[in-house]
Structure formats: C-alpha cells, structure tokens
C-alpha cells in the first residue's frame, strides 16, 4: 500500500509541476523518484523510471521555452541579448546514459530443437531425369538459356554422339536449312538433347530474327 501511494504522489508532483513550469521543485520530484523506485521489483522500475523521465523531460522542454520567450521579450525593448557561444555552456544540447552495468549476457543462445520427420510423412520423392525432362519441356517451365544450362549439366552422364548422329540423319532427310523448330518436331528427342547434339556437333547455326527468336533459328 506504500509504495502504491508513493507512486500516486510522484504522478501528482509531476502533474502540478507541469502547470507551473517556471516554479517547479524539480529536486523534490527527482528524491520522489528515488523514493518510489526503492521498493519496486526490476520490471516495474524500468516502468516508472521511464514514464517518469520521459514527464520531466517535457517539464524541462516546457521550462526552456519560457526562460526562451522571457528572454526575447527582453530583447526587443533594446536591453542585452546574450550570444549563442555563451548559451552553448548553459544549455545541455544532449544526453548520453551508459546501460551496459544493466545489461546481463546470456549465458546460452537459446535454440530451437530440431523436429524430427516420421515415416510416410514427408512428400519429398525421387523422380526419373528423364520424365523430369519431359514434364519440363511439355510445361515450358525452363527459358531456351535454362534449357541449354540443363543440358550442359547433364551432358556428363549421357550419349551425346548418338544425339548428334540422330540430327545428322535428320538433316540429311530434309531439305537443308531447317527451322530449330521444325527439327525439333521431325526427332523423337527431347529439345535439351537436340540443342546438345547441336552445340557439340559440328552444324551451323544461324539467327534470321530477333535475338532469343527461337522461330528463326536455322541449321545449315
């Protein structure tokens, strides 16, 4: 019940102080603090420490600017105007407060623990490269560079001479040059292997239209 009241009667101090500005008492509501702050656990210290400053620093500001307006007041009947190098050393331009003595380290990070996936749940599963493939080219989820990135990836682990001498066959059964386009729907092979057998084979490759048109590719 004392330190409720404690705190009631820093509030009240505060308050009237702030109607009267100029005539405030500020040591008394500075000990008030005090005061209040000794009986209080650590959480509701930082409370009323912060609320409580954050009052009288309004009460300083309110302070300022009347000590600021008497003086201009004085100012324009001609008396004495102080100057702003003399002002510097009488007024507090800021405030640095030091918090590291409040501050405890961790002694551990806290961390969360790993979840383990039981059986059947996951969705993850192994797909066959080449229904992967496929489903990509019938998606047209890959660009003509992606494509080709891909198949240079994958370049190691397959037959690229038999790719090569399918389009070779291709070609010499068609009139010469062909559209990309239309070589690509005369084979039975995937576009990602027609475009390796291509760069690794010694064909000629020509672009009539737009850059990236793969409408106007031809093969010599």
């Not at 000990?31 to 954050?54: F, K, M, P, Y």
């Amino acid at each position: 019940m004392q330190v409720k009241q404690l705190e009631l009667n820093l509030w009240e101090a505060i308050a009237s102080a702030s109607q009267s500005p100029d005539e405030a008492n500020l040591p008394m509501v500075f000990n008030l603090l005090d005061l209040t702050l000794v009986e209080l656990d650590t959480r509701s210290q930082l409370r009323v420490a912060g609320e409580a400053v954050g009052q009288i620093t309004d009460l300083f500001c309110d302070r300022s600017n009347l000590c600021f307006e008497l003086l201009q007041a004085h100012a324009n009947h001609g008396e004495p105007v102080m100057s702003d190098h003399d002002f510097d050393r009488y007024v507090r331009q800021s405030v640095v407060v030091d918090f590291e003595q409040f501050i405890q380290p961790f002694e551990s990070l806290p961390r969360k623990s790993s979840e383990k996936i039981k059986d059947g749940d996951s969705v993850v599963d192994s797909v066959d490269k080449e229904i992967l493939l496929q489903v990509l080219e019938q998606e047209h989820l890959l660009s003509w560079e992606e494509e080709l990135d891909l198949a240079l990836s994958i370049a190691h682990d397959e037959d690229v001479s038999a790719w090569i001498d399918a389009i070779a066959v291709c070609l010499k059964n068609n009139a010469a040059p062909i559209r990309l386009l239309d070589l690509r729907n005369s084979m039975k092979l995937p576009i990602v292997e027609i475009w390796l057998g291509l760069l690794l084979g010694d064909f000629k490759l020509e672009q009539k239209g737009a850059f990236y048109d793969a409408n106007e590719i031809w093969i010599g």
